[in-house]
Structures are given as structure tokens and as C-alpha cells.
């Protein structure tokens, strides 16, 4: 049994075949797909994914940093209101974004601490988007770093270095398309990393791996990710694909 612990099956990439997309992941072995939040203009499209697949698909909320506008705190109040209302797996995904837009740092790392915060009232695990920001991903974390922070380091793709230091912060990493990609350069370096410390993932409909890089992505992909692995860890593609569901248990605790 696979587990795809980051997978956005709710995009309108999948309106014409998702149920097809579905089943083909089934096929693979994909039985466990946790879904990241992205804004408040994603929720209905959630709750109806997770109302059609309702023993396979499990739900995360939270505002996804490239969302953090001015209208943040509007958004973080729907966040908390739904938490309110219902259960969660996750906090996620929440984090800092430096690609596309510098000018909102101060605010993305508001949003990021209020919902770490957050995770720790609900003691929920977080899950974590860091692009270009390592460093200010690192500093906020420190600031919160306790027993009940924890949670997964989404489609790591830092140094050996960086991926040590979010181990330290009780986080797994992650690991999706990237590392089959020739200059993904995680490869070089994953096996140093124990295996126990390691989640598969596809971030779909983004990064598809090798060989259908470049194209849309989709949870049945996840055993491609699951066969580099154990490529670079000299074990079976089962025990791959034991040990990180095993992993994606204690995180998300089902």
C-alpha cells in the first residue's frame, strides 16, 4: 500500500477524469491520499472530493502562502471557522513563498505563525510549503519549535544541511518528482537520510516524475517516486512503500 501524503486531486486539472484518475491510482496500489488546502476558494471543491471518495481521501486546511493577500486575516478566519465546524488531518499547506511574490514576507510569516499556533491548539501536525525560503521558513519554526510542533517539510528539495535541520524541527520530508529529475540533486544525498524520516508524495497535478515530467501529474505516479527510492536505498519497493505509510501514520495518526 502506497500513501500519497500531498496530492490537490480537488484541481480542475482532473474535472474531465477524475474518477478514472482515481481508480488508475487504485490500480497502483495508492490507497491513502491526504489533501493540502490552498484558500478559501478550494473548500466546497474539497468537501466534494472528500464526500465522493469518502474512506480514501482526508483532509487538510489552511491558507497556502502564494494566497496570503491583504485579505489574510479574512482568510485565516475561515480557516479557523471551519475548524470549528468539523476535523482535520493537517494544518496545511502553510508556509513562506518567495518565488512569485517578495513584497508579502512580513504578512506570510503572520499567517504562517498564527497557524502553527493553530495546529498546536487542535495538536495537529503542519504541513509545510517552502519555495526560495528556507531561512525564513527556519526562523518562524524556531520560534515555535516545542514537543507538539511536527508535521512533514512538503516536496523537499533543500541541502543535506537544510534537510537535517527540518528533521530537527520534528518534521518528515516529503520526497515527490523531483527526485527522479537529473539535476533534482536530492538523490545525491537522501540515502544519508534514515529512511523513518521519509514521505512519499505527488504534489499533483505539479511536478510529475520522470518519465512524464513536464506533463499533469497524478497519484498513480507515486510508485515511480516509490522506485527511485528504493534505488537510491537499496531496498524493495515494498519496504519503500511500508515504512513511509508507516511514516504518514504518525503524522497524520491514521
Known amino acids: 500500500m502506497l500513501t500519497d501524503t500531498h496530492t490537490h486531486l480537488y484541481s480542475d486539472a482532473f474535472d474531465e477524469d477524475r474518477a478514472e484518475m482515481m481508480q488508475r491510482a487504485f490500480d497502483k496500489g495508492v490507497k491513502r491520499f491526504f489533501i493540502p488546502a490552498i484558500d478559501s476558494g478550494y473548500t466546497e471543491a474539497m468537501y466534494a472530493l472528500e464526500k465522493e471518495f469518502p474512506t480514501t481521501v482526508f483532509l ?61 491548539k487542535y495538536k495537529l501536525p503542519i504541513v509545510i510549503h517552502c519555495r526560495d525560503a528556507f531561512d525564513e521558513i527556519f526562523e518562524v519554526l524556531e520560534t515555535e519549535k516545542s514537543d507538539d510542533l511536527f508535521g512533514i517539510f512538503h516536496c523537499f528539495t533543500g541541502t543535506f544541511e537544510q534537510a537535517q535541520r527540518a528533521i530537527s524541527f520534528n518534521m518528515k520530508l516529503g520526497i515527490g518528482g523531483v527526485v527522479t529529475f537529473k539535476n533534482g540533486k536530492i538523490d545525491t544525498f537522501l540515502n544519508q537520510i534514515p529512511l523513518k524520516h521519509i514521505v512519499l508524495e505527488t504534489d499533483s497535478p505539479y511536478l510529475a516524475p520522470v518519465p512524464h515530467r513536464g506533463k499533469r501529474n497524478e497519484s498513480s505516479y507515486l510508485g515511480l517516486v516509490c522506485k527511485k527510492l528504493s534505488e537510491i536505498y537499496y531496498v524493495s519497493e515494498e519496504e519503500i512503500a511500508r515504512v513511509t505509510t508507516k511514516n504518514s501514520k504518525e503524522v497524520f495518526g491514521i
Not at 502562502?65 to 499547506?93: D, I
Open 60 to 120: 487538510m486546511m489552511g491558507l497556502h502562502p502564494t494566497s496570503v493577500k491583504e485579505n489574510y486575516e479574512e482568510e485565516l478566519a475561515h480557516v479557523a471557522e471551519q475548524f470549528k465546524k468539523r476535523n482535520f488531518y493537517a494544518v496545511g499547506e502553510i508556509g513562506i513563498d518567495l518565488y512569485w511574490d517578495k513584497s508579502t514576507l512580513k504578512i506570510q510569516k503572520i499567517a504562517f505563525k498564527k497557524q502553527i499556533q493553530l495546529a498546536k
